[in-house]
């Protein structure tokens, strides 16, 4: 858990020095705020003491006997202050069991600032406190608040627990009848004395106090002191960790957040409330819990490290479906969205409309600005997770106020704000209804293609592009997401230099876009500049990817971009009723006659061994092609690779080609990457893969079968003999050696 450093706190009290005026009623002095200090602890401190009157005694007593201590540090004036109360209770006739009781103190006081700390005068004042509360004294309330303001005092922390007096004000807080101001010191005693000092920790989580300890937190007047202490208590320390998770913390710490008639300043008693969560187990947690935390990110007085606590611990909280599910049905998505804005504006007011019209971004230094970049991540990676939880899309239906603000969000000016748009619709858009709705009613597509065009931010792009995909899988979609430019706006990423993410984005949508949809492929093909003079009015969007497969050496982008000419193939090679034959036979000839090397990402794909999924289609792809004369021309042409060739050979024979020589598979060989053969799932694994090299055998025959149709009488003789041959002895081992053989003599 992360550490709080705080220099004061005040509890909710009544000065009873302090003046009424008008007869109006006494008000409670403002909580202070917590600054962070370098102890790494919270310090519970009252700097408007009730003593005012007793300091000024203090100093002119200082001066009347020639002392130049007109300001005290801490310690001495813990003494000081101690002797005026204590004069004041002998007044009253308590005994304080020492006749030189002034000497004892001063003689504390003098040591104290040598640095050594009296255990034993600690425990003579245990047992004075002792008296105080046995007669229930007025003075109690003085000495406590001058004990737990000496407490600030780290080296005094270890005495306070050795003496007894730390045991005294643990017993405090289990007495119902004692006031709540003295309740609120011993508090603020138990807390400084318990930071970072565990064997002060020990004392207190013991059964006899704990549980009296947490008591407080129900108690308006003192819970956000208690807050405080129960912080320092469990702080970094696993045994006050696991006695809170046997007292129910999380229960009592959900409770205080909820509290309704509390009412502070400042949200940081909340925050430290929220954070001590940590120290429960989730799992004993009420769902309320996240509610909770999230309503408290709305304010507009949480600091910006404080509000980045409160994003992580919501963050915690969603990686448990039953929170997202409590935060999703209890409507509280749009609370987050709000504080994403409010990261940009942190006056604005949050409402149901989520407008991005009124934000005004700020300048921040770069410490501030890396703290709010930290805390957009956060909340875009919670509401990322969150749309995708179950029963979100049910929630917010796409004709919900909420998804109409996402979709607006896509013409923000922000990266964070389009990037957490895109990442949630995206989320969203997993059925054809939703995706239909999204394109036909909110023409979303026209605002991610504007997102494409302008971004130049990696993870914007990325999601916008995810987001086209999955808008693009309901067939009537693909033509109007294409009618948007959105093949033209993509161009770019092929070729640009860019990340290898992106690429394979950008080809992983056009494969989408393009199957099945014949005016997508249109205009794919469509030049690269309307000027017949130019020598891109020779090129087409096509070749862009052509080129970026010959440049890129990135494997996952090569294989999507030969699965997207074989997608061009089956498009191309379709029945359409309503398209005429000419219409066709016009997009297979620019096809193949602007794009020679089109079947080279198919060559690819058939020569590799890796995955056999990918091969069946680069076959199935390149007996398409041979369909016609121009594609059997193409297809030729990579057919005189080595290795091309070989894959053919192995493919029809069934025989592997290793370095030219056939040799037929050994027992068990096809299977010796699988798991135990005899397994039924083996069995099954085996069956399917014999059922796929039988497909690809028939589709490597047609294609030598149309390539010897189309371009047999343009092949050399020994070329044409060889895939003759091939197609009259498909399974002779003698054969395909021979053709191996002679396949080599002809290069």
């Known amino acids: 858990m992360r550490k709080r450093d705080i220099s004061e706190m005040t509890p909710p009290r009544e000065n009873p020095t302090a003046a009424v005026p008008d007869g109006q009623p006494k008000q409670q002095p403002p909580i202070q705020s917590i600054s962070r200090q370098s102890s790494q602890v919270l310090e519970v401190s009252d700097p408007q003491l009730s003593l005012d009157q007793v300091f000024s005694q203090l100093t002119i007593k200082a001066v009347e006997d020639g002392s130049p201590r007109t300001k005290l540090p801490m310690a001495e004036r813990m003494f000081f202050s101690l002797g005026v109360v204590f004069q004041h209770a002998i007044e009253q006739g308590v005994n304080l069991g020492i006749r030189d009781w002034n000497s004892v103190l001063l003689r504390a006081d003098e040591s104290s600032r040598t640095g050594f700390r009296d255990v034993e005068v600690l425990r003579w004042i245990r047992s004075v406190l002792d008296q105080f509360l046995a007669a229930d004294l007025d003075d109690l309330s003085g000495a406590a608040e001058v004990l737990a303001n000496g407490s600030r005092d780290a080296s005094w922390r270890v005495p306070f627990g050795q003496s007894g007096i ?39 989580i013991s059964p006899t106090y704990f549980p009296s300890l947490l008591r407080h937190l129900q108690n308006d007047e003192v819970s956000e002191v208690c807050v405080s202490v129960v912080y320092n208590i469990c702080n970094d320390y696993e045994a006050a960790q696991h006695a809170a998770r046997a007292n129910s913390l999380c229960l009592a710490l959900v409770g205080f957040l909820e509290n309704a008639s509390f009412s502070v300043d400042s949200p940081l008693h909340q925050v430290y409330a929220a954070d001590i969560v940590f120290t429960d187990d989730l799992g004993s947690c009420p769902d309320q819990s996240i509610e909770a935390v999230v309503q408290l990110m709305k304010s507009s007085k949480v600091e910006v490290d404080d ?41 604005l007011l949050a409402d149901s409309s989520l407008s991005i019209e009124n934000l005004q971004p700020q300048s921040l230094d770069p410490d501030e600005e890396e703290q709010i970049s930290s805390i957009r991540s956060t909340l875009i990676q919670m509401l990322s997770d969150l749309s995708a939880a179950p029963g979100f899309s049910d929630t917010y239906p796409v004709s919900s106020p909420l998804i109409g603000s996402l979709v607006r969000w896509l013409s923000s000016p922000e990266d964070e704000i389009q990037h957490c748009s895109c990442l949630m619709l995206g989320n969203v858009a997993r059925s054809d209804d939703t995706c239909r709705a999204m394109v036909t009613r909110y023409r979303v597509q026209e605002r991610l293609v504007g997102i494409l065009q302008g971004s130049t931010r990696v993870q914007v792009i990325y999601a916008a592009l995810g987001f086209l995909k999955n808008l693009a899988l309901p067939p009537e979609n693909k033509p109007l997401i294409g009618t948007s430019e959105s093949i033209e706006v993509i161009s770019r990423f092929w070729s640009m230099e860019t990340s290898p993410q992106i690429q394979y984005g950008a080809i992983s949508l056009l494969r989408q876009l393009l199957n099945g949809c014949l005016l997508n492929v249109r205009r794919l093909l469509a030049s690269l500049s309307p000027d017949q003079d130019s020598p891109a009015f020779e090129k087409t969007y096509l070749s862009l990817v052509l080129l970026l497969f010959g440049r890129t050496d990135d494997i996952s982008g090569k294989v999507e971009i030969g699965r997207t000419i074989a997608t061009i193939c089956r498009c191309v090679n379709s029945p359409y009723q309503n398209v005429p034959q000419n219409t066709v036979a016009a997009i297979l000839h620019r096809l193949y006659s602007v794009h020679g090397d089109i079947a080279r990402p198919l060559a690819m794909m058939v020569s590799q061994s890796r995955f056999p999924i990918i091969r069946s289609e680069g076959w199935f792809a390149l007996a398409l092609m041979t369909r016609s004369r121009e594609g059997s021309q193409a297809v030729g042409e990579v057919l005189q690779q080595v290795e091309v060739f070989g894959a053919l050979v192995s493919t029809i024979t069934g025989q592997h080609i290793n370095g030219g020589d056939a040799r037929a598979p050994q027992p068990g060989e096809a299977d010796s990457h699988r798991p135990d053969s005899g397994s039924s799932g083996s069995e099954t694994r085996s069956e399917q893969a014999q059922e796929m090299q039988l497909k690809d055998r028939e589709n490597a025959l047609v294609l030598v079968n149309e390539l010897l ?39």
Not at 312 to 332: C, M
């Open 709 to 747: 149709k189309n371009r047999g009488d343009e092949m050399s003789v020994i070329r044409r003999s060889v895939l003759e041959d091939l197609l009259r002895r498909p399974q002779s081992q003698s054969g395909a050696q021979d053709l191996i053989a002679r396949a080599q003599s002809e290069e």
């Open 307 to 347: 509000f980045l606590t409160l994003c992580n611990i919501t963050k915690t909280f969603l990686q448990h479906e039953r929170f997202q599910k409590y935060l999703v049905a209890h409507g509280s998505t749009a609370t987050l969205l709000a504080c994403l804005l409010k990261s940009y504006s942190p006056d």
């Open 166 to 204: 730390l045991d005294f004000f643990l017993q405090v807080l289990t007495n119902d009848e004692v006031e709540d101001d003295v309740i609120s010191h011993a508090l603020r005693f138990v807390g400084n004395a318990c930071a970072d000092t565990d064997a002060n920790r020990d004392q207190a």
